[in-house]
C-alpha cells in the first residue's frame, strides 16, 4: 500500500500532509520502514514532518507543542540520523547505530533512524539494512530520503513503504493534451511529470478512485523512465489507467 504525501510550496500549507499522515497511523497503513522520495530538499522537508509526527510525545497533533516537537528533530534524542560520508553510506556505519537501536527511546514513543541518502548505502550496507529491517523493535521506524529510489536495492524498497513529495514544477496541467502526451514516441522525464500534473488537476476536479489510480500510475511510469525502463510498459502503464479513468 502506498501514500502520496504532497508538500505544499509556501510554508503556510507545508503542513497540509499532516492529517494524511495522521490517517495513516491510526488505520495502521503506515509502516515501519519508510522510503521519502523527492528532490534532496523536499524529502528532507517531508523527513523533518514526519519525525515530529513520529517523536511527539502528545498524540501527534499538528499545534503541539510538547518537548519533542518544539525541538529541532535532527538534534532529538530518538532520531539517529545518517548521512553519507565521501557520498558513501558504509555498512560500519550502520552497524553503529543498530548497536544503539536495542535501548528503547528516550523521550518518545518511537526511536527513527533517518538515512539521508540513502541511494549511497553501499550495497554491503544495504544487505545489512535489509536483515535489520525485518524485525527491528517495535518502536523502531526507519526513515529512508532519496531522490533516486531507483538505487535502492529492490529487496529493500519491497520492504518499505514509499512515500513521495510531489515533484517541484510550476504547471498546474492547464494546457495539457493527454493525447498528443500519449502519441509521443518517447516519453521523457518531464512529459511524465507534466502529465502527472494534469491527472492531479483532473484528480482534484472528480475525487473519484481511478483519477487516483492513474496518479500513482504516472508516478510509477516516472520512475521506470528514470531507471531507463522500457518505453512500451511505460504506455501501457498509463493507457490503462488512462482508459479506466476517462470509463
Ligand atoms: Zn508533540
Known sequence: MSWILIVMKSSKTYLSPWPLTEQAWQSGHLGHALIVEGTASKAYELAVALCRQLVCEDGGDIACRCRSCSGEMTKHPDVMRLEPEKDRIRREALQMIFQNITRPPLWSPRLVIWIEQAHRLTEAAQNYLLKNLEEPPAYVVFLLTT?????????????????????????????????????????????????????????????????????????????????????????????????????
Open 147 to 247: 531522490d533516486q529510489s531507483h538505487g535502492l536495492l529492490a529487496t529493500v524498497k519491497s520492504r518499505c513503504q514509499l512515500l513521495r513529495s510531489e515533484p517541484d514544477w510550476e504547471d498546474d496541467g492547464s494546457d495539457f493534451d493527454p493525447y498528443r502526451f500519449f502519441a509521443e514516441k518517447e516519453l521523457t522525464r518531464d512529459q511524465i511529470i507534466r502529465f502527472s500534473y494534469w491527472v492531479r488537476s483532473q484528480y482534484r476536479h472528480r475525487q473519484s478512485p481511478s483519477w487516483l489510480a492513474l496518479w500513482e500510475a504516472s508516478y510509477r511510469a516516472y520512475e521506470h523512465v528514470n531507471a531507463n525502463g522500457a518505453q512500451e510498459l511505460v504506455k501501457e502503464l498509463l493507457r490503462d489507467a488512462f482508459d479506466h479513468a476517462r470509463s
